[in-house]
């Protein structure tokens, strides 16, 4: 892959927009009563989308790099989910959810390429 930190990754460059994204609509659009409620949730979920993806890179050993981006996929998911909630308390339109969702399923195919990748490149006997 030639990467020489996890920065050059293209799934953690796409997650990372993700989360500034994320940022931009919770800073815009969500009220202060969500503040430590919604708000709090959605921006630690894609966070950890981009942290996960790089501790695994860190951890310079195959499976527990899979581990990792497993992890950053579900968080990208509970991403989703608090955006439907977004959405069905009308903090959101369903274009902006529309948008965040061909978004998240761009991320959640890098992630999977990039798992796929992992377990193709490990050594023989590095086996699950």
Do not use: W
């Not at 953690?12 to 409620?37: C, D, G, I, M, W």
């Not at 274009?95 to 023989?124: A, Q, T, V």
């Amino acid at each position: 892959m030639g990467t020489r930190s996890f920065t050059d990754l293209e799934v953690y460059q796409t997650s990372r927009l993700l989360r500034k994204k994320v940022a931009v609509l919770v800073e815009s659009n969500f009220p202060e009563t969500e503040k430590y409620k919604l708000s709090d949730q959605i921006i630690r979920s894609s966070r950890r989308v981009t942290a996960c993806i790089a501790e695994g890179y860190g951890r310079y050993y195959f499976k527990e790099n899979i581990r990792f981006c497993r992890m950053a996929r579900g968080s990208l998911l509970e991403t989703l989910e608090h955006l439907i909630t977004a959405f069905d308390t009308n903090y959101i339109t369903g274009e902006s959810l529309k948008d965040f969702k061909n978004d998240i399923d761009s991320c959640g195919r890098l992630i999977n390429g990039y798992i796929s990748y992992l377990k193709k490149s490990k050594p023989p006997k590095d086996e699950d």
